[in-house]
């Protein structure tokens, strides 16, 4: 996504990347960032420039703050604002976004008067569709200028590309204004027999909006059945979407076809949780489960030397099935801020260890047939890691030393509990230490000189969590490969 912004665009993102990336460092020389981004300092200075201008524009100074000198830049970030946000504002404003969104949802588009309104001749729009281009063509989509519509290929394709599409950039205009009872009475009815969660019901709202849009502009889902084995997992859902395609008034076969491409496209990105599964779901329903879950399934156990229960192994297998079939049928997989799927993997889930994560990768890689692979991997490492958590232990050990009282220790050992991203145990000087906390390295170092340590504060200040959070992480990072069964 990011390739479709402007190269300057582009270069803010890369700047701002560097001041979220260590929100507690304020104060960056120039040669510091020009490291850092590989960005020369006249570029640089642009982006920061660039920067001001968003801010002045948008009133953020509530939000963020730049100060800078011919060497130096300070940065305050406050708490409510993050890449994310800056990402989808820089998204809504790209001609490049809102083409797509206008060639694709508004039935009265007209190419010309889009160029008017942006300002741009027919030739640069032309040599800026470059990297559109390259990437409709992952979702077996084209772009072409001598057509009617400029974006072509498979409804189901178009309408794939358009939820991940507006979700990277949710907040624009255009889901704002679009307003319609039978989509709120869609969501309205799916929310309430479904106990949807408000991220699911974010996501239901772009899925219905782009469904409904579609289907008022002619543009149907023929013939469609639930590939593979997942009919038998999703029919109880298909009614569920019935009575908003009674609303749009479809034909009996359209309707079918809709409402069986609705809960196909929904659950196989969201899943079932346990509870679900346990409630609706037998292993009957599961009979002839595919080779590729079962080799896979044997993959985890086998590198974790571990048996996962029927009830876990349930569970997985559902999931595991829903998004082998979502990753067959469809092409194309939009990852945020153009991370690769390994720095995704190893920045989120290192708990479960990074040789594992590394492992599971190369896997799925070259021993699944799977077509659309990143997207399997990006949505079923946290099905895995969840279900690993009852089989795996991973902790820090630390050894806290305060020179207040021990009710304070006891507070404290609460607090380093709740910021720490892996469990903590806290140990006694006898015992295999990990990293020591204190106020004061008195006779500490002598005693243990080759233990990590974090010294603060005797009573800690805001910056002392901060920091100690950052170690904590670093620290859980280090040391999350040292897995054992529980």
Known sequence: ????????????????????SHPQKKRWTLNELHNETNLSQWKITQALEGIQRI?????????????WTANEVIAYLKKNISMDFIRKHLYKSSIIYNLCLEALLNPGFNLYRFLDEYGISYSTLYRRLKPLKKMLKEFNLCFTLKADSLIQGEEAQIRYFLYFFLIEAYNTDFLKTYKTSIVDRGINHFSVSHDASFSQQKRLKVFLI???NRILNNHLIESFHCPNRTDALLSHLHEHFHQFFDLLNLPSEAKRSEAQFAAFFLFSIDGFSKKRVAEQLTTAELDGTTQTTQKLLAFIQDYFAITFTPEDTLFLTVNIELLLAHASFFSGCLLIADITMSDYLTSNFFFIGNNFLLSFIAFVQEQMSVKNKDFFCFNVLPIVSETLAGYIKTSINILLVSSISKTFEDTLKKMISDISPLPVNFVHQHQSIDLIITD?????????????????????????????????????????????RK
């Open 1 to 20: 996504m990011l390739s479709l912004l402007e190269k300057n665009e582009q270069e803010i993102i890369t700047v701002l990347s560097v001041f979220f």
């Open 55 to 67: 801010i002045e524009h948008n009133n953020w100074q509530d939000r963020i703050q730049l100060e």
């Open 210 to 212: 782009i469904t409904h």
């Open 440 to 484: 004061s390295y008195n006779g500490l170092y002598e005693a243990f000189p080759e233990t990590k340590y974090f010294c603060w504060s005797y009573i800690p200040t805001e910056e002392d969590w901060q920091r100690l959070k950052t170690s904590l992480l670093s620290l859980a990072k280090a040391t999350s490969d040292n897995v054992t």
